[in-house]
């Protein structure tokens, strides 16, 4: 498949990822690491097909983004697209690869669910604190979202470092690409679960964000984005110094 952009450290393809990843080579890649949309947001199916600007951004929020695909479906597509995508990932990792899945609290039991019908090892939870989450009156503020982790089989692990639980990064407005932007400095900490100079697969790569942090980490990365407007986004980003 031809690449839409490639360079020392980063090939991106635009397409939908269980396509693209069917095209890969099985056991080819170090780890997966990604953040596919969550088709959550909301109680109902009405308000789960709700725009992704409706349903994530508050009122009032200035700055727009393009859309986000694939983010409308309901449990019983969601359990069943999320294994379809995750078994091809778990062709193409290595034995021993780690995986990291970014989602919510609505979503969390459906998404270690389809990890493990897909054959990865399920090893555990990671919190993101994103530290700005709204107070809510009278519950739990909802500050965290989650990084579902696990491995093709038995987990071959590169370093002696202990790595933490829990990650502390605000989301910065002002360099957010994406309506779903994830922090650069988060990816850039994750990526110590890759062996340094190891390929990370990103089957849903939005802005980029993946990617930037393995080239600054000394990563590689093959990423998949199916929007020809995030695809560009990405690109660009890629393409900027600093
Ligand atoms: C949550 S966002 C990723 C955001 C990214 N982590 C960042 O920091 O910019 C998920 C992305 O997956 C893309 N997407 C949705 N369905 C897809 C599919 N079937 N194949 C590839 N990409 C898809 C969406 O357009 C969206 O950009």
Redesign the pocket.
């Known amino acids: 498949m031809q690449a839409y952009y490639s360079d020392n450290a980063v090939t991106l393809y635009q397409?939908?990822?269980?396509q693209?990843l069917r095209t890969l080579p099985g056991e080819s890649v170090d780890a997966v690491i990604?953040?596919?949309?969550?088709s959550t947001g909301a109680v109902t199916l009405a308000g789960k097909q709700a725009p992704p600007k409706v349903k994530y951004q508050n009122t009032g929020t200035v700055k727009q983004y393009p859309?986000?695909?694939?983010?409308g479906k309901d449990q019983r597509s969601f359990l069943t697209w999320a294994v379809m995508?995750l078994s091809e990932a778990w062709r193409v990792a290595r034995t021993g690869a780690p995986v990291l899945i970014?989602t919510d609290w609505r979503q969390l039991p459906t998404v270690t669910d389809a990890l493990q019908a897909a054959g990865f090892h399920w090893r555990g939870i990671v919190t993101w604190n994103k530290l700005c989450g709204r107070p809510i009156l009278g519950e739990f503020r909802r500050d965290t979202e989650f990084i579902v982790y696990g491995s093709k089989g038995k987990y071959q692990t590169h370093t002696r470092q202990c790595l933490p639980c829990i990650y502390n990064h605000a989301v910065n407005p002002a360099r957010k690409?994406?309506?779903?932007?994830?922090p650069l400095p988060l990816?850039v900490e994750l990526m110590e679960i890759v062996q340094p100079g190891g390929t990370v697969l990103?089957?849903?790569?939005?802005?980029?964000?993946?990617a930037k942090a393995a080239r600054e980490t000394g990563r590689k990365c093959i990423g998949?984005?199916?929007?020809p407007e995030?695809v560009r986004i990405?690109t660009e980003y890629l393409q900027e110094t600093g």
Request: aromatic share 16%.
């Open positions: 397409g939908d990822a269980w693209v990604t953040d596919p949309p969550y859309d986000m695909l694939g983010d995508w970014f690409r994406h309506i779903s932007g994830k990816l990103d089957p849903f790569l939005g802005s980029g964000t993946t998949v984005e199916r929007s995030y990405a």
